[in-house]
């Protein structure tokens, strides 16, 4: 299984409505990345999202490390 397709469902639309990012397949998965840095993919059944600081205490606080 390289990915999780209904996960993939549901990144692609949002993922595409943001200028300038561009979709790679890499890992058995693939993500999107914004001016050259990764912002977001698939990899199996795990979303990874690159957050900042801010946004991570927030997430982490809220569910866990």
């Not at 890499?26 to 993919?41: E, I, K, T």
């Amino acid at each position: 299984m390289a990915f999780n397709q209904d996960v993939a469902d549901r990144l692609m639309p949002i993922m595409a409505n943001i200028p300038s990012t561009e979709e790679t397949r890499m890992f058995g998965g693939f993500s999107y990345s914004l001016h050259g840095n990764m912002r977001a993919g698939i990899n199996q059944c795990d979303l990874i999202v690159r957050l900042g600081v801010d946004k991570f205490e927030l997430l982490s606080k809220k569910y866990g490390d």
